[in-house]
């Protein structure tokens, strides 16, 4: 399986979830690595990356917050006994109740504090309904939010969106940009008087074992308050991707195809998004076209309870500053309407504000946002050199077969680097074993997606590379798509 941010020149795929991709784009606005985004390696050395993939754990991650057909996921309907769609009960439209001020914990204080500025929305359009969860960024009533939330999972290029306040107030909203690649949109309300916008922190300075307060409307249950802590920092997941299909997006300078396919004779792996009988992974939206193509996204992981409906609110700190967008949930299995799968099992993930915050002037300002492209091929990296060797000769031949990589991956081999791309002109060569994007741990071709994309076109990272087994540090300029 390739991605659509997973692919360069020629595409190239292996066994067992071992691929070859390169790292994405989407176009526009300057940016500077030193201000987005804010990541920074430990004191002790390079990041730590942490991976999910088949075989990780036996859970599928699923994005928290839809919807459609029928039966609404989020809560905004459920489907009755003669199969009409009929209001949920249970909203109140009402914030954080403190009936106790004075004996009020640090939790609830940070709870009050952040929840006037999380908006639940009700999206509609001929494709079923839904709903979802926003941060409300500035008093022009500019809210953050989840692509997957306002395309109805992909499948609406033109919703009707309502939201509500936590006062109770409901308006209309309008999309001002989506974008997903990283599975973030901005809506505009319609009502922008007396909006309490949302005090952002830091997701740089976050350390695992942090506070952390999950606000939304999981079930449409607006106002609802759950806390757990920082569970992993950096975790990269692959979901499925929220694009409404479109015939857009072609790359004209063949530096990324978007419309990669695997190579013939190469089976789909178990727990592909496009095998949802498959014994690993579900990569996709519950109720959508499970043949999405995966975006790779590095997220924060909580133990906060997150559930359908949470999508687009906020993970904020004990302070009440918010530092993650929720986006997705892991399950146990038995299906998003099987009863043991379809509620948080303590594994939730949220996009990090730095770089949310990041494409949200980008869709404000220009109605899309920019993603760095790389313009390589990579693989899992062996510590044996003549397995990545044949690797390389694999990808480099029509009918070649890569072997598998036996235990852990230590980089992203180069297989390949598209003519004309940044990883060319900065002298990229195939063998080349990148093992860190700005001291950020690099272990396959998901992660370096996920971490180049963050990225701003125009923007300069240093890539850590191991060449004929010396050490050594590159300078890439990034472009787009």
Known sequence: MTSPEEAAAEPHQGPADQRSSSSGAEPHAEGHPETYPHHRPPSGGGAQRRGVGPGGFAAGVLLAGL???????????????????????????????????????????????????????????????????????????????????????????????????????????????????????VIRLADAEDLVPAELGSSADLNVGDQTIAIGAPLNLDGTVTTGIVSTLDRTIQVASAAVDTEDGADPDGLFDDDAEAPPGQPEQPGDPRDPEGDGYEFFFPGTNPTAQPISLNVIQTDAAINQGNSGGALVDSEGQVIGVNVAIATSGGGMFGSEGAGSIGVGFAIPIDYASRVAEDLIEHGEASHGLLGVNVYQASTDPEVNERNIEAFQTEDGQPVPVAGFSVGGLVTGVAEGSPADEAGIQDGDIIQAVEGRRIEDAHNLTAIIREYREGDTVTLSVVRDGEPTEVDVTLTSM
């Open 67 to 185: 919807l459609g057909g029928g039966a609404v996921l989020g809560g905004q309907y459920l489907l009755d006994s003669e199969g009409q769609d009929s209001p949920a009960g249970g909203s109140t439209g009402g914030g954080i109740e403190l009936n106790a001020p004075e004996n009020a914990t640090a939790i609830s204080a940070a709870a009050d504090a952040a929840a006037p500025s999380v908006v639940t929305l009700a999206v509609a359009g001929g494709e079923g309904a839904g709903s979802g969860s926003g941060i409300i960024l500035d008093d022009e009533g500019h809210v953050l939010t989840n692509t997957h939330v306002v395309t109805l999972g992909g499948a609406e290029a033109d919703p009707e969106i309502q939201v509500r306040l936590s006062d109770g107030r409901v308006t209309s909203a309008e999309v001002v940009g989506t974008d997903p690649l990283s599975d973030l949109a």
